[in-house]
């Protein structure tokens, strides 16, 4: 008797050249306030940071969205349908399972930015299912016009993930834009999205500075990425992390804020960083149920249905492209 050997995933790399990196930097240290793509943040280093955040006892977002996904993923397996399951800033990679046993789709393809990372959870997951093919892609998908052109997506049905909340990085004109760049990259396939909601002012800001300081540790290695890639002089020591919920907006800023006045050289350019100016290194804007139908709307997408857990801390919505 022969043992089947398991697929190895396949990897694509569309990463940004630090050309683009630079230029982006530029565009961000020019903004009011300044602020980096999200992205930034997840090199080899920030993505395994970012791992230990969700392990956090603060952090509860992806303990939930898991137990959720658990719990419902057959329900959303006959409501959706099958197809090429397409995850949009995969991660880990720890979420997919569920959908993975339920749907058995004809493929898994994740995106991500950090190529590294994103070939070391395939490679994990592929051995959790030897079954289903799977590509991985290092990108933006932010910018990402078109999917490659790859036999394991060619003329099939795709069905797209985008769990995490991880559309609460985006403004709301932002997020209406990635949403319809979505539909183009799922050809008119569905979308299941991920989005957390508004709580109390203590649990968000604990969730996004926990006691242990990984929170922390993860946004200062936002400096030493820039000084590692692209050449710059930041001192992390002269930058304090804070997390603060913005009611108006919904939203969590998190920002490293300048402790003196001082000068960082990005790629040979001087920028100058006053006493007490954030920079910002991500949101987190938090879903109504309302809110998520009506961006749903303004950005081309039939809201259908949204799954919960008990306690209401998070959803799962289930769109299909309008016509």
Same mark, same amino acid.
């Not at 990679?93 to 959870?121: C, F, N, T």
């Not at 997408?301 to 919960?308: A, I, K, N």
């Given at each position: 008797?022969?043992?089947?050997?398991?697929?190895?995933?396949?990897?694509?790399d569309?990463?940004?050249p630090?050309a683009?990196?630079?230029?982006?930097?530029?565009?961000?240290?020019?903004r009011?306030?300044r602020?980096?793509?999200?992205?930034?943040?997840?090199?080899?280093?920030?993505?395994?940071?970012?791992?230990?955040?969700c392990?956090?006892?603060?952090y509860?977002?992806?303990?939930?969205?898991?137990s959720?996904?658990e719990?419902?993923?057959?329900?959303i397996?006959?409501?959706?349908?099958?197809?090429v399951?397409?995850?949009f800033?995969?991660g880990?990679?720890? %979420?997919?399972g569920?959908? $993975? *046993? !339920?749907m058995?789709?004809? +493929?898994?393809v994740?995106?991500?930015?950090? #190529?590294?990372? =994103?070939?070391q959870?395939?490679?994990?997951?592929?051995a959790?299912?030897?079954?289903?093919?799977?590509?991985?892609?290092?990108?933006?998908?932010?910018?990402?016009?078109?999917?490659p052109?790859?036999?394991?997506?060619?003329?099939e049905?795709?069905?797209?993930?985008?769990p995490?909340?991880?559309?609460?990085?985006?403004t709301?004109?932002?997020?209406?834009a990635?949403?319809r760049?979505?539909?183009?990259?799922l050809d008119?396939?569905?979308?299941?999205?991920?989005?957390?909601?508004p %709580?109390s002012?203590s649990? $968000? *800001? !604990?969730?996004?500075?926990? +006691?242990?300081?990984?929170?922390?540790a993860? #946004?200062?290695n =936002?400096?030493?990425?820039?000084?590692?890639?692209?050449?710059?002089?930041?001192?992390?020591?002269?930058?304090?992390?804070?997390?603060?919920?913005?009611e108006t907006e919904?939203?969590?800023?998190?920002?490293?804020?300048?402790?003196?006045?001082?000068?960082?050289?990005?790629?040979?350019?001087?920028?100058?960083?006053s006493?007490?100016?954030?920079?910002?290194?991500?949101?987190?804007?938090?879903?109504?149920?309302e809110?998520a139908r009506?961006?749903?709307?303004?950005?081309?997408?039939?809201?259908?249905h949204?799954w919960?857990?008990?306690?209401?801390d998070?959803?799962?919505?289930?769109?299909?492209?309008?016509?």
């Amino acid at each position: 008797m022969t043992t089947q050997t398991p697929a190895r995933p396949q990897l694509i790399d569309l990463h940004p050249p630090n050309a683009d990196m630079q230029r982006l930097v530029h565009n961000g240290l020019q903004r009011e306030p300044r602020q980096l793509p999200a992205w930034f943040l997840y090199d080899q280093e920030g993505s395994r940071l970012f791992d230990q955040i969700c392990e956090q006892p603060e952090y509860s977002l992806t303990r939930t969205e898991i137990s959720l996904l658990e719990s419902s993923a057959a329900d959303i397996a006959r409501a959706i349908g099958s197809g090429v399951i397409v995850e949009f800033g995969a991660g880990s990679a720890r %979420k997919v399972g569920p959908l $993975l *046993e !339920a749907m058995q789709p004809s +493929a898994y393809v994740a995106l991500d930015i950090s #190529a590294d990372h =994103l070939r070391q959870s395939m490679a994990s997951l592929q051995a959790q299912h030897p079954c289903v093919p799977m590509l991985g892609i290092c990108c933006d998908h932010s910018q990402l016009d078109a999917l490659p052109d790859h036999p394991l997506i060619r003329g099939e049905r795709r069905v797209g993930f985008f769990p995490g909340s991880s559309l609460g990085n985006f403004t709301r004109a932002e997020a209406i834009a990635l949403l319809r760049r979505f539909r183009r990259l799922l050809d008119g396939g569905p979308l299941l999205l991920g989005l957390d909601q508004p %709580k109390s002012r203590s649990r $968000l *800001e !604990a969730a996004y500075n926990d +006691a242990a300081g990984i929170s922390a540790a993860f #946004a200062h290695n =936002l400096l030493q990425r820039l000084n590692n890639d692209l050449g710059a002089d930041f001192n992390p020591d002269n930058f304090l992390y804070e997390a603060v919920w913005q009611e108006t907006e919904s939203r969590v800023r998190m920002a490293l804020i300048s402790e003196v006045n001082q000068t960082v050289s990005v790629g040979g350019e001087p920028w100058t960083f006053s006493l007490g100016q954030p920079l910002v290194t991500e949101y987190s804007v938090k879903y109504s149920a309302e809110m998520a139908r009506e961006l749903a709307k303004d950005a081309s997408w039939h809201w259908r249905h949204r799954w919960h857990d008990p306690a209401d801390d998070l959803s799962l919505h289930w769109l299909e492209a309008a016509d």
